[in-house]
């Protein structure tokens, strides 16, 4: 029998001898199913025993081996069908092994080998519920799917009705018959779980093969399924070089119930609780149950890296859209491998495979690779490596499920689309099988004056009530740009739609979940979604070009001054003109950006939109919007009346708040950049009135463009009443208090069909022009920020503080450091450390109060000041100290010091030879180095005319010290956290810990630094004096510039004892080599590491740092200085100090690290010829094998 594309094969087998209803499992490939009894059972351990080809595959006995040590003991198998079956022998070879399947899979070969090699796209209707949907004729009735030669598109089905069809009711899907009595389970949802995770058995002769649940088909225009599913799987598959491809488990009622996290505990609670009223959920509810606690107890203790990706690598998906690739043997291995490791999890326990899949993938020894284990992975694409590092899976990011109505469209990053896959058509047309209008909903504008809520509520959510297919795109941007009306006061307080969330995620893929699953609420879909930093007109050829025509005849002039808005009056409004214009074409580009969307996906899709609404992004929608309003026009474009404004509208303007096209002269409006290049603005200005022209200083407006350019192409134009398009473009504005208030920033009036607010609510909005700003900000003088300039990695260390105090976080203060809408306080209820950070960051200057400057006492004399009691204290291992660290000591820091007068501390261990380390390659410690000490502190204090000051120098011997501390060693090094099963203190996160020596490093110099303290403290007791201004110093340091103990910053001095100074270099994230300020400030840097150390760990957002230095400093000791003693820690960045190496060696890069910061000026500076000129010696420059530059120095270059 021949079949054409559209024909079907039905496998109606004859029936084997002795099989029953209840059979299971087959031996061999000659004999039949042997019945199963309820009473059988089967010792198993739940884990993975094949992996991928690739990474050299792990055997049995391995895993095993991995689940002994996580102490999982036996589990019986709970499945509630007993299906007689071996783990040895491998209980899916030999499911597989059936008679039946073996002959439905040479059946399958027969008739679709030679069609279908390309791409199967393949599911299951088992069971007369789904069966019915392949046979309704609502079944993928309005779908336009591509079907090049090679693909076929297949169903299995059970025919209970005995139909006899051989395709699907929209003649798309081939349907085969499989007998279900002769399935290996009685329950059809774990038949299906054999069909749909042995790809390659079904289909060995397949490149390429996707799994969809029939249930899906039901609803495949509302979910947004592939029209393209080549396209799909190049934008899956190809993309990311994977062996299979899922979407990610959403945030979604459905999936997590009420959580706000997706995870398996709250997916299985969902499941479990959707059980109550739809029983069929699953088999056995308390096998599921039972099922979900055994993974749990687990995975909860291990520290294997299979418990990492189980709990914090979120391998949760949906599996009912799965994409896999067979091209290879490497491929076809994999999967092969994984679906049986999965099959045989469902063979033994519930038949709910998506509880099934985390435990899959973490015990098959794939891992999420490293670059995606950042904050926020889980709002983001996924991708899971073997052991050698080979990308294996992709899981998309779970905003893309098909909940949120655009699964297929969200696959593919915007500006980066593969669409090298049968184009489609060259000019699509809307399916004449659907009366449905098609609406394209475009925006574009800036994340902060983003209005969301009321569109959805009042124009989306109606028109899809209405039966309209609204596709919704939008393109916003997070950088703060140069408004046209800059003086306007409350443009500086503008806040985001406060229907969405705060940003916490440098790429906003938060934000971007929200908007998703709040425009699928609405029934609509998203067509394009992009939030960036900036739209970039600068590298854009058209502006470049012009923009240097303009120059070469206006050198002078600002090149944006005269396009394409014109208005030379005066400086002042020829500078906001360009401002304005440089807004007006990022608008129409991101526009245009969009416009290319819409008609990719009309050209995918196989559709054409009938209309398209251009949007602003501070639409506020007051009422909701009827289309049959534009709908009942003839015209080609619809925008406001307007005609009642005040001021009124020129009879030369069209009001360009919004516009409405009928599809067919949209492409003008969506490719309104390129036709601004393509306008004679020239000639629109000359066709003005002399009273605006102005003897040609004032060309046309962009109201007065749009007119223009509508009148050139010969548009047809209706202006509708605001009360059809009752929107006003406004803003939200945060207060000082906290609050939030809407204006006005715009406002459109019509004299027919004019908009008559009703809701009290909105009567009390004003124009934001008419409210006195300045009065409601009276306490608030807002000018440029210090640090408006810097990004929050570069922020200095107090200027960061300050923002954590105010509620700002790194995306929030990169957005444009306007105040968070957490920090909202009337000023007598704010704190003293909260007015502090106001002030620091620049926000605040306070009427009739004190301001604290640091400039106070600039470029005092020293002469002039009150004695200050001070102490230099020196810490650590003397490395290489009498040859580099002394001589840059005694030049930089007891020099520019010693006018002070300030006792000097020391101690030191003494050990004579040091082994090679993290940073080091070891060698001989100048322990007797201090000698001479003494002899130099003395000669300095006499060249400044001062007396002797205390020298106390001790040293330690590392028997001494672990005698103080060995214990501490042994426990910061061995401790394991229970809740994890991992080092407690070890930081096993940053790769550059490699040894647990480097934690005895660590406590010898905490050691260092509090005894140090201590003898400090003695000292001060036995003189009967206090100490107010401390310094500590690493011994092991060549300081290549000066350091004063009171200077801030420059020509800033702390002669008032207020400030904790820090370096500015070096910051993982905060430099913790060095300190001085206030003795109350320094005490808690240098005595309470120890104490605090337990409260850190047990804090701090991230695990896996415990006594990672400068991350504990950053987050637990810094903080403590300023909330507990009130005095900021400020980074001074010009200070510089490379750390010094046993050998003569320095670590030339310690002040210009690639991420740790460069102090100010050093590029400017030879460092060699520096660190030459202070030692006396010679020296040659060489790189290290960690990428530290170091710098060898010897009395005769040859024998460096």
């Given at each position: 029998?021949?079949?054409?594309?559209?024909?079907?094969?039905?496998?109606?087998f004859?029936?084997?001898s002795?099989?029953?209803?209840?059979?299971?499992?087959?031996h061999?490939?000659?004999e039949?199913?042997?019945?199963?009894?309820?009473?059988?059972?089967?010792?198993?351990?739940?884990?993975?025993?094949?992996?991928?080809?690739?990474?050299?595959p792990?055997?049995?006995s391995?895993?095993?081996?991995?689940?002994?040590?996580m102490?999982?003991?036996?589990t019986?198998?709970?499945?509630?069908?007993?299906?007689?079956?071996?783990?040895?022998?491998?209980?899916?070879d030999?499911?597989?092994?059936?008679?039946?399947?073996?002959?439905?899979?040479?059946?399958?070969?027969?008739?679709?080998?030679?069609?279908?090699?390309?791409?199967?796209?393949?599911?299951?209707?088992?069971?007369?519920?789904?069966?019915?949907w392949?046979?309704?004729?609502?079944?993928?009735?309005?779908?336009?799917?591509?079907?090049?030669?090679?693909?076929?598109?297949?169903?299995?089905?059970?025919?209970?009705?005995?139909?006899?069809d051989?395709?699907?009711?929209?003649?798309l899907?081939?349907?085969?018959?499989?007998?279900?009595?002769?399935?290996?389970?009685?329950?059809n949802?774990?038949?299906?779980?054999?069909?749909?995770?042995?790809?390659?058995?079904?289909?060995?002769?397949a490149?390429?093969?996707?799994?969809?649940?029939?249930?899906?088909?039901l609803?495949?225009?509302?979910?947004?399924?592939?029209?393209?599913?080549?396209?799909?799987?190049?934008?899956?598959?190809?993309?990311?070089?994977?062996?299979?491809?899922?979407?990610?488990?959403?945030?979604?009622?459905?999936?997590?119930?009420?959580s706000?996290?997706?995870?398996?505990?709250?997916?299985?609670?969902a499941?479990?609780?959707?059980?109550?009223?739809?029983?069929t959920?699953?088999?056995?509810?308390?096998?599921?149950?039972?099922?979900?606690?055994?993974?749990?107890?687990?995975?909860?203790?291990?520290?294997?890296?299979?418990?990492?990706?189980?709990?914090?690598?979120?391998?949760?998906?949906?599996?009912?859209?799965?994409?896999?690739?067979?091209?290879?043997?490497?491929?076809?291995?994999?999967?092969s491998?994984?679906?049986?490791?999965?099959?045989?999890?469902?063979?033994?326990?519930?038949?709910?495979?998506?509880?099934?899949?985390?435990?899959?993938?973490?015990?098959?020894?794939?891992?999420?690779?490293?670059?995606?284990?950042?904050?926020?992975?889980?709002?983001?694409?996924?991708?899971?490596?073997?052991k050698?590092d080979?990308?294996m899976?992709?899981?998309?990011?779970?905003?893309?499920?098909?909940?949120?109505?655009?699964?297929?469209?969200?696959?593919?990053?915007?500006?980066?689309?593969?669409?090298?896959?049968?184009?489609?058509?060259?000019?699509?047309?809307?399916?004449?099988?659907?009366s449905?209008?098609?609406v394209?909903?475009?925006?574009?504008?800036t994340?902060?004056?983003?209005?969301?809520?009321?569109?959805?509520?009042?124009?989306?959510?109606?028109?899809?009530?209405?039966?309209?297919?609204?596709?919704?795109?939008?393109?916003?941007?997070?950088?703060?740009?140069?408004?046209?009306?800059?003086?306007?006061v409350?443009?500086?307080?503008?806040?985001?739609d406060?229907?969405?969330?705060?940003p916490?995620?440098?790429?906003?893929?938060?934000?971007e979940?929200?908007?998703?699953?709040?425009?699928?609420?609405?029934?609509?879909?998203?067509?394009a979604?992009?939030?960036?930093?900036?739209?970039?007109?600068?590298?854009?050829?058209?502006?470049?070009?012009r923009?240097?025509?303009?120059?070469?005849?206006?050198?002078?002039?600002?090149?944006?001054?005269?396009?394409?808005?014109?208005?030379?009056?005066?400086?002042?409004?020829?500078?906001?003109?360009?401002?304005?214009?440089?807004?007006?074409?990022?608008?129409?580009?991101?526009?245009?950006?969009?416009?290319?969307?819409?008609?990719?996906?009309?050209?995918?899709?196989?559709?054409?939109?009938?209309?398209?609404?251009?949007?602003?992004?501070?639409?506020?929608w007051?009422?909701?919007?009827?289309?049959?309003?534009?709908?009942?026009?003839?015209?080609?474009?619809?925008?406001?009346?307007?005609?009642?404004?005040?001021?009124?509208?020129?009879?030369s303007?069209?009001?360009?708040?919004?516009?409405?096209?009928?599809r067919?002269?949209?492409?003008?409006?969506?490719?309104?950049y390129?036709?601004?290049?393509?306008?004679?603005?020239?000639?629109?200005?000359?066709?003005?009135?002399?009273?605006?022209?102005?003897?040609?200083?004032?060309g046309?407006?962009?109201?007065?463009?749009?007119?223009?350019?509508?009148?050139?192409?010969?548009?047809?134009?209706?202006?509708?009443?605001?009360?059809?398009?009752p929107?006003?473009?406004?803003?939200?504005?945060?207060?000082p208090?906290?609050?939030?208030?809407?204006?006005?920033?715009?406002?459109?009036?019509?004299?027919?069909?004019?908009?008559?607010?009703t809701?009290?609510?909105?009567k009390?909005?004003?124009?934001?022009?008419k409210?006195?700003?300045?009065?409601?900000?009276?306490?608030?003088?807002?000018?440029?920020?210090?640090?408006?300039?810097?990004s929050?990695?570069?922020?200095?260390?107090?200027?960061?503080?300050?923002?954590?105090?105010?509620?700002?976080?790194?995306?929030?203060?990169?957005?444009?450091?306007?105040?968070?809408?957490?920090?909202?306080?009337?000023?007598?209820?704010?704190?003293?450390?909260?007015?502090?950070?106001?002030?620091?960051?620049?926000?605040?200057?306070?009427?009739?109060?004190?301001?604290?400057?640091?400039?106070?006492?600039?470029?005092?004399?020293?002469?002039?000041?009150?004695?200050?009691?001070?102490?230099?204290?020196?810490?650590?291992?003397?490395?290489?100290?009498?040859?580099m660290?002394?001589?840059?000591?005694?030049?930089?820091i007891?020099?520019?010091?010693?006018?002070?007068?300030?006792?000097?501390?020391?101690?030191?261990?003494?050990?004579?030879f040091?082994?090679?380390?993290?940073y080091?390659?070891?060698?001989?410690?100048?322990?007797?180095?201090?000698?001479?000490?003494?002899?130099?502190?003395?000669?300095?204090?006499?060249?400044?005319?001062?007396?002797?000051?205390?020298?106390?120098?001790?040293g330690?011997?590392?028997?001494?010290?672990?005698?103080?501390?060995?214990?501490?060693?042994?426990?910061?090094q061995?401790?394991?956290?229970?809740?994890?099963?991992?080092?407690k203190?070890?930081?096993?996160?940053?790769?550059?810990?490699?040894?647990?020596?480097?934690?005895?490093?660590?406590?010898?110099?905490?050691?260092?630094?509090?005894?140090?303290?201590?003898?400090?403290?003695?000292?001060?007791?036995?003189?009967?004096?206090?100490?107010?201004?401390?310094a500590?110093?690493r011994?092991?340091?060549?300081?290549?510039?000066?350091?004063?103990?009171?200077?801030?910053?420059?020509?800033?001095?702390?002669?008032?004892?207020?400030?904790?100074?820090?370096p500015?270099?070096?910051?993982?994230?905060?430099?913790?080599?060095?300190?001085?300020?206030?003795?109350?400030?320094?005490?808690?840097?240098a005595?309470?590491?120890?104490?605090?150390?337990?409260?850190?760990?047990?804090?701090?957002?991230?695990?896996?740092?415990?006594?990672?230095?400068?991350?504990?400093?950053?987050?637990?000791?810094?903080?403590?200085?300023?909330?507990?003693?009130?005095?900021?820690?400020?980074?001074?960045?010009?200070?510089?100090?490379?750390?010094?190496r046993?050998?003569?060696?320095?670590?030339?890069?310690?002040?210009?690290?690639p991420?740790?910061?460069?102090?100010?000026?050093?590029?400017?500076?030879?460092?060699?010829?520096?660190?030459?000129?202070?030692?006396?010696?010679?020296?040659?420059?060489?790189?290290?094998?960690d990428?530290?530059?170091?710098?060898?120095?010897?009395?005769?270059?040859?024998?460096?």
């Amino acid at each position: 029998m021949m079949y054409s594309l559209h024909s079907s094969a039905s496998f109606d087998f004859p029936a084997t001898s002795g099989l029953t209803r209840n059979a299971a499992a087959v031996h061999s490939d000659n004999e039949s199913f042997i019945q199963s009894t309820s009473s059988s059972s089967v010792e198993v351990r739940t884990t993975t025993e094949t992996i991928v080809e690739s990474a050299g595959p792990a055997s049995a006995s391995e895993s095993l081996a991995e689940m002994k040590e996580m102490n999982s003991p036996p589990t019986k198998c709970l499945s509630p069908e007993k299906v007689p079956c071996t783990f040895e022998s491998n209980c899916v070879d030999e499911l597989l092994r059936s008679t039946y399947l073996n002959q439905l899979q040479e059946k399958i070969r027969q008739e679709y080998e030679n069609k279908c090699r390309d791409l199967v796209v393949y599911g299951a209707a088992l069971g007369s519920k789904y069966e019915a949907w392949t046979r309704s004729t609502e079944y993928l009735a309005e779908r336009m799917i591509e079907r090049p030669p090679g693909t076929c598109f297949l169903q299995f089905v059970t025919d209970t009705r005995n139909t006899g069809d051989v395709l699907s009711a929209d003649g798309l899907q081939h349907l085969i018959v499989i007998d279900p009595a002769r399935m290996p389970y009685i329950n059809n949802r774990r038949n299906t779980k054999i069909l749909k995770m042995n790809p390659g058995f079904l289909f060995p002769w397949a490149d390429r093969v996707i799994w969809q649940d029939a249930k899906l088909l039901l609803k495949a225009n509302q979910f947004g399924l592939p029209k393209d599913y080549l396209l799909h799987f190049n934008r899956t598959i190809e993309r990311h070089h994977v062996c299979s491809s899922y979407v990610g488990l959403p945030l979604h009622r459905n999936a997590v119930g009420n959580s706000q996290k997706v995870n398996l505990k709250a997916h299985c609670k969902a499941v479990i609780a959707a059980a109550n009223t739809r029983p069929t959920v699953s088999d056995d509810i308390d096998v599921l149950r039972r099922h979900c606690k055994l993974y749990e107890d687990m995975y909860k203790n291990s520290t294997l890296l299979s418990s990492e990706v189980f709990h914090h690598h979120h391998p949760f998906v949906d599996s009912a859209f799965i994409v896999y690739d067979m091209r290879s043997s490497v491929c076809r291995n994999f999967n092969s491998n994984f679906g049986h490791s999965w099959l045989k999890e469902i063979h033994c326990f519930s038949d709910r495979d998506q509880v099934s899949f985390p435990h899959v993938v973490a015990s098959s020894k794939l891992r999420l690779s490293p670059e995606m284990q950042i904050k926020g992975m889980e709002f983001r694409d996924r991708i899971y490596i073997d052991k050698n590092d080979n990308p294996m899976i992709h899981i998309a990011k779970r905003s893309c499920h098909w909940y949120f109505r655009s699964f297929a469209r969200c696959i593919s990053p915007e500006q980066k689309e593969i669409t090298d896959s049968r184009e489609g058509l060259s000019n699509p047309q809307r399916s004449d099988s659907t009366s449905q209008l098609n609406v394209a909903v475009i925006v574009a504008g800036t994340l902060k004056r983003f209005m969301l809520d009321s569109t959805l509520r009042n124009a989306v959510g109606p028109m899809s009530d209405l039966g309209v297919s609204v596709d919704y795109f939008v393109s916003l941007t997070t950088a703060p740009a140069k408004a046209y009306r800059s003086s306007s006061v409350y443009i500086e307080h503008l806040q985001p739609d406060p229907l969405l969330p705060v940003p916490t995620l440098d790429d906003f893929v938060d934000v971007e979940e929200s908007i998703r699953m709040r425009v699928a609420r609405e029934r609509a879909k998203v067509g394009a979604l992009a939030i960036t930093k900036e739209i970039d007109i600068d590298t854009e050829p058209m502006l470049v070009n012009r923009r240097k025509l303009t120059l070469k005849k206006h050198p002078n002039e600002d090149p944006d001054q005269r396009f394409p808005i014109l208005d030379d009056r005066n400086d002042d409004t020829s500078q906001r003109t360009a401002n304005a214009n440089r807004n007006l074409l990022r608008l129409h580009f991101a526009i245009q950006n969009l416009w290319e969307a819409v008609t990719r996906r009309e050209k995918e899709e196989n559709f054409r939109y009938d209309y398209v609404m251009f949007l602003r992004d501070d639409t506020l929608w007051l009422d909701e919007f009827d289309i049959n309003n534009v709908i009942s026009t003839d015209a080609d474009v619809i925008i406001p009346s307007c005609d009642a404004r005040d001021p009124p509208l020129h009879e030369s303007e069209f009001n360009d708040h919004i516009l409405i096209s009928r599809r067919d002269t949209a492409d003008v409006f969506g490719e309104y950049y390129s036709k601004l290049f393509d306008t004679d603005v020239s000639a629109c200005m000359e066709q003005l009135p002399d009273e605006i022209s102005q003897d040609g200083k004032r060309g046309c407006n962009s109201e007065m463009l749009l007119k223009w350019i509508v009148g050139k192409e010969n548009m047809r134009v209706s202006k509708l009443g605001q009360g059809l398009l009752p929107f006003q473009r406004s803003a939200n504005v945060k207060l000082p208090g906290g609050l939030t208030i809407q204006c006005f920033h715009k406002f459109c009036q019509s004299k027919k069909d004019p908009m008559i607010i009703t809701d009290d609510r909105l009567k009390r909005i004003e124009m934001c022009s008419k409210i006195e700003w300045q009065q409601i900000f009276e306490d608030f003088s807002w000018s440029k920020l210090p640090f408006d300039h810097l990004s929050w990695s570069n922020l200095p260390f107090h200027a960061r503080s300050a923002a954590k105090t105010l509620g700002f976080g790194p995306v929030m203060w990169d957005q444009g450091n306007f105040l968070p809408s957490s920090f909202g306080k009337p000023l007598e209820d704010m704190s003293e450390f909260e007015i502090n950070a106001l002030r620091t960051l620049g926000y605040l200057t306070l009427k009739g109060k004190k301001e604290k400057n640091l400039s106070d006492g600039s470029k005092l004399q020293p002469e002039k000041l009150t004695q200050t009691r001070c102490s230099l204290n020196f810490f650590g291992l003397p490395r290489s100290f009498k040859s580099m660290a002394l001589p840059s000591i005694v030049q930089n820091i007891l020099k520019p010091n010693s006018i002070y007068h300030c006792d000097i501390v020391v101690h030191y261990y003494k050990i004579d030879f040091e082994d090679s380390g993290r940073y080091n390659s070891g060698g001989k410690i100048d322990t007797d180095a201090f000698s001479d000490f003494i002899n130099i502190v003395n000669d300095l204090a006499k060249e400044a005319g001062q007396s002797t000051p205390s020298v106390i120098i001790v040293g330690e011997t590392k028997e001494e010290f672990l005698m103080k501390y060995g214990e501490h060693v042994e426990q910061f090094q061995t401790a394991i956290n229970p809740e994890t099963g991992k080092l407690k203190y070890f930081p096993w996160a940053n790769p550059t810990y490699k040894s647990l020596k480097q934690i005895e490093n660590i406590v010898m110099q905490w050691n260092s630094i509090q005894t140090a303290w201590q003898l400090m403290e003695d000292h001060a007791v036995t003189i009967g004096s206090k100490y107010q201004r401390v310094a500590f110093f690493r011994s092991d340091a060549f300081y290549a510039t000066p350091i004063d103990i009171f200077k801030v910053d420059k020509d800033t001095y702390d002669y008032n004892n207020e400030f904790a100074i820090i370096p500015g270099f070096a910051r993982f994230p905060v430099n913790d080599r060095m300190i001085y300020g206030p003795t109350e400030a320094v005490r808690i840097w240098a005595t309470q590491r120890f104490e605090r150390l337990e409260h850190h760990i047990a804090t701090y957002e991230f695990e896996g740092y415990g006594m990672h230095s400068e991350r504990y400093m950053e987050h637990e000791i810094l903080p403590a200085i300023q909330n507990e003693t009130g005095h900021e820690v400020i980074e001074n960045v010009d200070i510089c100090f490379y750390r010094t190496r046993a050998g003569y060696s320095v670590l030339i890069s310690d002040c210009s690290h690639p991420t740790g910061g460069t102090v100010r000026g050093m590029e400017d500076i030879d460092q060699v010829a520096l660190v030459e000129s202070i030692v006396h010696l010679k020296c040659i420059q060489n790189s290290t094998s960690d990428s530290f530059e170091e710098l060898r120095c010897s009395n005769t270059s040859a024998s460096i």
